[in-house]
């Protein structure tokens, strides 16, 4: 009986993918040749005969070839954008979207001056929202099969944005604009870091370990 995987491994020659995803397309199409030789041999085609049908439904095996290269090249994208990127800007928009609704509707947040330009200030309602929203992140992510930093990524995504805009605002202070630069002080830029990156990030990071532990627990459970 004719080996179909190793058909497939001659004619379709090498894969410019992992060796995991090349064996996987292999599988697949050698998978969809044999259903087709077989059911031309259910017709009553004689076993040459169909063999060389079963070949020519294939068609080029370069231009195959070039397909499957292009196509799984796109996938990796898509796989990003489904466990990052939509993760990540649910997050982000969530988060600030409900600390917006708890400042309209009066929230005074608590605040803690330490001297000169060093402060903490808490919005402590939202920060309790930060571990939910969090772990909806981390949902989402590893639903579309995300895992590692990727999970973490989506689900503290709005304090990574806060930090990214921390990181624009930097050079302009110190190099763009020099009327600012007495005025800087890195203690203030530490405050303000310790504020809206580190303590909402750790809030979020929390959300996505529970999610993490809650999901773990479940599959135990099953």
Request: charged share 20%; proline share 5%.
């Amino acid at each position: 009986m004719l080996d179909w995987n190793a058909y497939v491994r001659e004619h379709l020659g090498a894969l410019r993918l992992r060796p995991e995803d090349a064996s996987e397309v292999s599988e697949e199409l050698a998978a969809h040749l044999e259903e087709g030789y077989e059911a031309l041999r259910a017709q009553g085609l004689p076993d040459e005969e169909a063999l060389i049908e079963t070949g020519l439904q294939t068609g080029s095996w370069d231009k195959l070839r070039r397909g499957v290269n292009s196509e799984r090249r796109r996938i990796p994208l898509m796989d990003r954008v489904k466990q990052i990127w939509i993760p990540s800007l649910l997050t982000l928009f969530t988060a600030w979207t409900m600390l917006a609704l708890l400042m309209i509707a009066g929230l005074r947040p608590l605040v803690w001056y330490t001297g000169g330009v060093r402060y903490f200030i808490l919005y402590v309602p939202w920060l309790l929202l930060l571990p939910f929203i969090g772990a909806a992140g981390a949902y989402l992510s590893r639903r579309a099969k995300a895992t590692g930093w990727r999970v973490y990524f989506s689900g503290a995504f709005p304090a990574v944005a806060i930090a990214i805009v921390f990181l624009l605002i930097m050079p302009f202070r110190l190099v763009v604009d020099p009327y600012v630069v007495h005025d800087f002080e890195w203690a203030g830029l530490a405050s303000m870091t310790f504020n809206w990156v580190v303590i909402p990030g750790i809030a979020l990071c929390f959300g996505v370990a529970f999610q993490g532990f809650w999901k773990s627990c479940g599959q135990v459970a099953s």
